[in-house]
């Protein structure tokens, strides 16, 4: 399974355990080798842009609103021989995110999208998803999460209990971010500006297919991917990082269906009631394991933080100086990292 529900915003300053900064706007572009498909002899590749933004609205210290806009476009053939299809995502995050107390918070978010090979506000192109995510805070560098995901996906709905930690090292070098079974983060600051890391992501997601020929019902396009990467995060400035990635896709797959074929229920991995049946030509299975041992994916992701948002931002700071409340903080940066990561292509940092 892959996809995500990713960042929400970044600015540059010091809050102990955790990273010193949110994402206000990520941008990144990804672009793979080309992969066989099973039977013919032809091949695709699979080309993906995607952008954030993220406007976090501080009520208190203790009650952050949470807005922002997501969108993405990925290109692939969906079959061999057959023009390229571009499957896009817009959409909008709003939620909150709650401080209990010294030890409890809380996230609640829904996600309005449109999923299609059209950006259209029509029933079939739209979707919603809810997070609700709940964190117990053990030490200052270490915390639990336990949550569950749910969307009305193509096929139907789909539920994923979440369970997650965050640790980090007493130097503040090792990180350890989990939000499983969606997404893993475990990252060592190497020198100053440069971090090491490694990253498992995956969460599936669909597309409604307007203008297509697999049925006179219509179809959408079932999206799997497990990925394992690793990473280099370089700070090329105070609001600038250049994020490089080299890893390999598991049952990376762009699986078309009637719009019909639905499944009972999805739990995580687990489809029950599916006897769905495919309509277009697979990527062929060797041939992702070759990707996977022989070549690899590159993608290429540059963090920018605009000065102006920055401007605006330090109001929000002072108020966290002023009445400092580190479990929000932290927050604030672990579980967006998390919420918007079922919607935008294929990686985040």
Not at 226 to 246: A, C, D, G, P, W
Not at 269 to 284: A, C, M, P, V
Request: one cysteine or more.
């Amino acid at each position: 399974m892959k996809y995500r529900l990713s960042i929400l915003f970044s600015c540059l300053f010091f809050i102990g355990y955790t990273q010193n900064y949110f994402d206000i706007v990520n941008i990144s572009y990804t672009n793979t080798p080309k992969t066989d498909f099973e039977i013919s002899t032809a091949q695709t590749n699979v080309e993906e842009l995607a952008l954030e933004l993220n406007f976090p609205i501080i009520i208190n210290d203790k009650t952050v609103l949470l807005t922002g806009l997501f969108g993405n476009k990925t290109s692939v053939n969906l079959d061999a021989n057959v023009p390229r299809t571009n499957l896009n995502v817009l959409g909008l995050n709003l939620g909150i995110n709650k401080t209990f107390n010294d030890t409890w918070s809380a996230t609640f978010m829904v996600f309005p999208k449109i999923a299609s090979d059209q950006i259209e506000f029509t029933g079939d192109n739209i979707q919603l998803a809810f997070l609700s995510l709940f964190t117990k805070k053990k030490r200052d560098n270490l915390k639990y999460r336990y949550g569950v995901y749910a969307n009305t996906e193509k096929y139907g709905i789909i539920v994923v209990p979440i369970f997650g930690l965050y640790y980090l090292s007493t130097n503040q070098k090792f990180e350890v971010n989990l939000n499983l079974p969606i997404i893993a983060d475990i990252n060592y600051e190497i020198s100053k500006k440069i971090w090491l890391g490694m990253k498992f992501d995956g969460l599936g997601t669909t597309y409604n297919l307007n203008e297509q020929n697999y049925s006179a019902n219509g179809a959408y396009v079932s999206k799997i991917s497990n990925e394992l990467v690793s990473y280099l995060r370089f700070q090329l400035s105070k609001s600038i990082y250049l994020n490089t990635k080299v890893g390999y896709a598991i049952r990376r797959n762009y699986e078309v269906y009637d719009s019909n074929d639905k499944v009972d229920l999805a739990l995580t991995g687990f489809y029950f009631g599916d006897d769905r049946t495919q309509l277009n030509e697979r990527f062929k299975d060797g041939a992702i394991i070759d990707f996977i041992s022989n070549k690899v994916i590159l993608s290429l992701c540059v963090k920018l933080i605009f000065d102006s948002i920055q401007i605006y931002l330090r109001v929000y700071i002072i108020l966290f100086v002023q009445n400092f409340n580190e479990n929000l903080v932290y927050e604030l940066h672990n579980n967006t990292h998390l919420l918007f990561h079922h919607y935008l292509s294929l990686y985040y940092f």
